[in-house]
């Protein structure tokens, strides 16, 4: 089955402590992002990348990185969590190298940062 | 810049009735505009996309769209909704300079029975 997947869907952590969020999609797609979801906010584009090692910044790129070291992976990494960063993540794909592709979503990773 | 304006927060319709999702934008030359749908618990799914021709676009689940350059509108309508089209619908226009999506804010809608 076609699917971008996340994990974990649900994290409670500290601040300050470290954390990575994997996303993987088994399309063979180009094109990876991570967006973060706020109430009132809709969708934020936090990185993207339009391929293997090739990776920019979003709206919001403060206090995460990423890296895009196969194609199929673009793990969402948080070196030292902040509350403010307590929020909804997506993961998507598409097949081009550029956002006006169709995007297919994972499940989303609920994270709050205490 | 670019943006996106879902002026409608919540919108409740009965199940059966008819259903206008409003989405105004700002944009460039070229609008690419979309409609995605997020069912509870889920990621989103593209609904439609316009990029030109026809103003009217159809998508899945029986909804479509028409772009209105002169209202800078992509409103989303249905003729009839079912219970299963309870959501939150996101508007999004893609930016000039990198064709990434700029997202509004969404609209829940609730059904009523």
């Known amino acids: 089955e076609a699917q971008v997947t996340q994990n974990p869907r649900y994290l409670i952590t500290v601040t300050g402590k470290k954390l990575t969020v994997t996303c993987s999609q088994n399309?063979?797609?180009?094109?990876m992002s991570w967006y973060r979801q706020d109430p009132g906010l809709g969708l934020r584009q936090i990185y993207y990348?339009?391929?293997?090692?090739?990776?920019d910044k979003g709206d919001v790129p403060e206090g995460y990185k990423v890296s895009r070291k196969e194609k199929r992976n673009f793990p969402l990494i948080l070196e030292s969590p902040s509350p403010n960063q307590t929020s909804l993540y997506f993961c998507?794909?598409?097949?081009?190298?550029?956002?006006?592709?169709?995007?297919?979503f994972g499940p989303g990773t609920r994270l709050l940062v205490l | 810049a670019q943006s996106v304006t879902q002026p409608d927060i919540h919108i409740t319709v009965s199940e059966g009735a008819s259903l206008e999702l409003r989405c105004n934008y700002s944009?460039?030359?070229?609008?690419?505009l979309f409609w995605y749908v997020q069912s509870p618990g889920q990621g989103l799914q593209l609904l439609l996309k316009?990029?030109?021709?026809d103003t009217l676009v159809q998508g899945i689940k029986g909804f479509e769209a028409e772009f209105k350059r002169s209202q800078s509108s992509f409103n989303l309508r249905k003729p009839s909704v079912h219970w299963s089209d309870a959501a939150e619908y996101f508007c999004?226009?893609?930016?000039?300079?990198?064709?990434?999506?700029?997202w509004g804010a969404g609209t829940k809608l609730i059904i009523k029975p």
């Open positions: 998507a794909s598409s097949l081009g190298a550029r956002g006006l592709e169709t995007q297919y």
């Open positions: 990348s339009m391929n293997v090692e090739v990776t």
């Open positions: 944009y460039g030359a070229t609008p690419y």
């Open positions: 316009y990029f030109s021709g």
């Open positions: 999004a226009v893609a930016q000039d300079s990198n064709y990434q999506l700029i």
């Open positions: 399309m063979n797609h180009e094109y």
